[in-house]
Structures are given as C-alpha cells and as structure tokens.
C-alpha cells in the first residue's frame, strides 16, 4: 500500500508539472508573434466591443464561474450528507452519466471546434496548417496515448499484484505438498481418521482462503489504482481546457461573446465537476489530495481570466506562436475529454453490473446521457 502512496505522490507531482508547463507556454506563446497577415487582429474583434463592460462581465464571470465549479465538484464529495450522491445509488450514477455526456460533448461541441479554428487560421502559414487537419491528428493521437497510459499502469500493478500472490500460493503448495505426506506417512503410522486427513482437509482449506484474501486486496488495489489515475487524467483533461478558455475570455473586449459563454462555462464546471467529484470520491483520497483536486479545478478558469485580464495589453490572440500553443493544447484536450468520457465513464457504468442487470435502469441513463450532451451541444450555439 505504501507504494500505491508513492506512485500516487509522483503521478500528482507529474501532472501539476505538466500543467505549469502548459502554462508557460501559453503565457510566452505572445513574445513569438512573427509576422501577422494584414486583417487578422482586426477581423477579432468583431463588430461589437465595448471594453469597458468586457471589463465589468470578466469581473462577474471570475465569481460565479468560480461558485458553480465548487458547487459541482463538492456535492459528490459531500456524499456523506447527502445520502442519494454516494456512487453506489441510483440518482448519483444518473448524475454522473448525465455529466458525462456534459464532458463527451464538450470534448467534441466546443474544445475540438476551437482547436480547428486556431490551426487552419489565416493568421498561420497555409502548409502545414491548412493543407493537413492537425486538430483531428492531435486529437487521435491523445486519445490513444491516453489509452496506452491507462492500461500500462494498470497492466504494470496487476502484474505485480500476481507476481506477489504467485510466491504467496507457491509457499502455500509447498506446505500443501508437505501437509500431504506427512498426512500420508501418519496414516500409515495410525489408522485413527482424524489426525493425517482432517490436519490436511483443514491446512488446505487455510491455505486457499489466504489465496482468496490475497486475490481480493490485489483487486482491490488495482481498482484503486485505476480509479486514481482516471481521476487524474479527467482533471488534466479539464484543468488544461479551462486555462485555454479562461484566457480566451480575459483577453476578449466583445461583451457579445463573453455574455453568452460566462452562461455556458457556469454550466459546464457545475456538472463537468460533478463527473471530477465522483471520480475523487470513487479514488478514495485523503482530505488533503481531495481539496487540492477541487482548488484546482475550481480555480483555473478564473485564473485564466484574471491572467487574461492582466495580458490583455500585450497579448495578441491572433499571433501564430499563440494560435498554433492554444490550438494544439486544445486538441490535446479534446482527445483526453473525449477517451475519459467515452471509455472511463460511460462505457465503464454502462459495462458495470449495476446497469447491465437492469434495463430500465440503463435506458434511464441513456437518456441523461443524452440530454446532457445535447445541452452542452446547444451551449456552441451562443459560445
């Protein structure tokens, strides 16, 4: 168990410096503007600007985008005092479905969409950007990478999980080997029925109920294991987005654009936190790596606007070096949004003893499936 700790320690560490990383980038990207084609700043802006009150709804949106994310996030982890959001009910698996189809169509509706936008830009040279489609490659490959880093890990713990019950079973049948003959050899010494054949009956019956145990806590252990590293990968997954689109808010002086998705974005981190918070719960942690997951979650949207807000005077959206870093993190994004949801959280309930044991049941969640990705997906009309 301690080296359950361990690896979980360093998968954080591993993430939290993916995730500055990440964030360099994004806040360098505007030093390596190059040349700019005439019109690309200024077909941004649009028609409407007003940046004044841009000013005033950036300031609203850093508050409640704020509260809807410590709302969704912390009502899973709040179980306790709420009984019908503990995992093993049914409205709280609904919920969760429901926001999984929320992160499914965000991946595909909004990130993916975006990412398309960056990369085939007048802005960006037309070979390779407009003449290969980079955002559905990047997409591809993450989902896939995704999958390998999924099932590598899992792989890895498994196999060590048998190698240490192998040795385990091996000690046994050598004791079993040797309950066995010394059983024989005091039969042959004493007729009497109780003491070779029940010592043997009883040795055995020990020995295969520590296997048991044994099996058990390793599969137990590994399904920790796999719990923690979804919960790890959603949230890059999502922490990465949302820097991306805080940023894209905080630097944006069209009130016209930023109305409409403040809506969106209060909705999406409520029930896209809802799906993180069941996926903590479900990993087991400890008070402290539970509120370190929700402060970063809750806090990277409003980071990106606060920093958006900051650079507002120097960052130009329209640079290369900014449209080709934002537009490859969300790809990246989107391949990790759309693996989680699809193979991590839906087909993993769907998959599950629980819904495939009850029809009904699983046509209910269909429905919130479904209805939480066509909200999210009505969302793109307005932002």
């Known amino acids: 168990m301690a080296r359950v700790m361990n690896s979980k320690r360093i998968r954080v560490v ?6 500055m990383v990440f964030l360099m980038i994004l806040v360098l990207a505007p ?7 005439e019109g690309c700043a200024a077909a941004a802006s649009g028609g409407c600007y007003d940046k004044e009150k841009s000013q005033r709804l950036k300031i609203i949106a850093i508050f409640t985008i704020l509260a809807a994310s410590v ?15 503990r995992p093993e009910r049914t409205p709280a698996l609904v919920v969760k479905i429901f926001a999984s189809g929320v992160i499914l169509s965000t991946g595909f509706m909004h990130v993916l969409p975006d990412s398309w936008d960056d990369l085939t830009s007048p802005c960006l040279p037309e070979n390779p950007w407009r003449i290969f489609p980079m955002s559905t490659f990047i997409t591809m490959v993450t989902c896939v990478l995704t999958m390998m880093m999924d099932t590598v890990a899992t792989a890895y713990f498994k196999k060590k999980g048998m190698k240490r019950m192998h040795n385990h079973g091996h000690g046994g049948n050598i004791h079993d080997d040797g309950g066995h003959v010394h059983g024989a050899i005091h039969h042959m010494e004493s007729p009497s029925p109780r003491d070779g054949s029940m010592e043997m009956v009883d040795q055995s019956q020990n020995k295969d109920n520590q296997v048991v145990a044994t099996s058990q806590v390793d599969d137990k252990e590994s399904q920790l294991l796999r719990y923690r590293i979804v919960a790890q990968v959603l949230e890059l997954g999502i922490v990465v ?18 109305r409409p998705l403040v809506a969106a974005m209060c909705f999406h981190q ?14 087991e942690y400890g008070i402290k790596m539970k509120a370190t997951m929700v402060a970063f979650f809750s806090a990277t949207t409003p980071f990106g606007i606060a920093l958006g807000i900051g ?8 640079s290369p070096g900014a449209l080709i870093v934002v537009g490859v993190l969300n790809a990246t994004s989107s391949g990790l949004l759309i693996y989680m949801a699809l193979v991590d959280l839906l087909a993993c309930d769907f998959m599950g003893p ?7 049941l699983q046509f209910i969640c269909y429905f919130a499936a479904f209805l939480g990705m066509g909200i999210m997906s009505l969302m793109a009309k307005w932002a």
């Not at 409520?270 to 990993?283: S, W």
């Open 14 to 19: 591993q993430t939290l410096s993916i995730f």
């Open 31 to 37: 030093s390596a503007q190059g040349q700019d084609e």
């Open 71 to 85: 709302i969704g996030i912390g009502l899973p982890l709040f179980s306790t005092a709420l009984p019908f959001l």
């Open 241 to 258: 987005h949302s820097v991306v689109i805080g940023l894209s808010m905080g630097v944006s002086n069209n009130p016209c654009t930023i």
């Open 270 to 283: 409520l029930f896209e936190g809802m799906g993180l918070g069941g996926c903590i719960l479900q990993a």
């Open 311 to 318: 650079v507002l005077s120097v960052y130009n959206e329209n």
């Open 354 to 360: 629980k819904l495939q044991g009850n029809i009904k």
